[in-house]
T-cell receptor
């Protein structure tokens, strides 16, 4: 079956531009996560959705970052007025069950979007 | 939040040898997961071990968990060149099951 897909795979933006990154999770997966991965580092948590509800956005680095999942399936991560420090790979992951309450499920990751801000 | 710290940062071995990677964390956890990331690709889940489990196996992979030492290890036996990747541990803790990745161990298996 289809896994998690992300688009675009690569994005080059000039500093100050707005970008939108898309994530298509596995069909029926309740939980959706966004991570930011800098070169040579592990993924850093950004935000979590359970269906359409954004239950945790504690990892978003600034108010320039905004995520939504309006119908509980596809999600978009938007970065406004991009800065050079936003250059990273943005990973999306989904999981079949709610993540809260000590759930123990694996996350399925997409291939990521590599964002380069020049 | 709870973050895993992998050790060593980098490991280079010959094909056929075993590879051991360690993960330490600071507070009580609900479970701990190990993931693999090949160059330029997303992460792939390897094993999940719950806090009440001490050891788990999956093929050539063996994970141990010592909650008293707040550490976990991932052993890959009879390594292959295709095992070359970065390996991350991700402990999950708290009511929100916050899961945070470490910086990873970069494993190179030479043919």
């Amino acid at each position: 079956g289809a896994g998690v897909s992300q688009s675009p795979r690569y994005k080059v933006a000039k500093r100050g531009q707005d970008v939108a990154l898309r994530c298509d999770p596995i069909s029926g997966h309740v939980s959706l996560f966004w991570y930011q991965q800098a070169l040579g580092q592990g993924p850093e948590f950004l935000t979590y959705f359970q269906n359409e509800a954004q239950l945790d956005k504690s990892g978003l680095p600034s108010d320039r970052f905004f995520a939504e999942r309006p119908e509980g399936s596809v999600s978009t991560l938007k970065i406004q007025r991009t800065q050079q420090e936003d250059s990273a790979v943005y990973l999306c992951a989904s999981s079949p069950a709610p993540w809260l309450g000590r759930a123990t499920y694996e996350q399925y990751f997409g291939p990521g979007t590599r964002l380069t801000v020049t | 939040s709870q973050q895993g710290e992998e050790d060593p940062q980098a490991l280079s071995i010959q094909e056929g040898e075993n590879a051991t990677m360690n993960c330490s964390y600071k507070t009580s956890i609900n479970n701990l997961q190990w993931y693999r990331q090949n160059s330029g690709r997303g992460l792939v889940h390897l094993i999940l071990i719950r806090s009440n489990e001490r050891e788990k196996h999956s093929g050539r992979l063996r994970v141990t968990l010592d909650t008293s030492k707040k550490s976990s290890s991932l052993l890959i036996t009879a390594s292959r060149a295709a095992d070359t990747a970065s390996y991350f541990c991700a402990p999950a803790a708290g009511n929100n099951n916050d899961m945070r990745f470490g910086a990873g161990t970069r494993l190179t298996v030479k043919p």
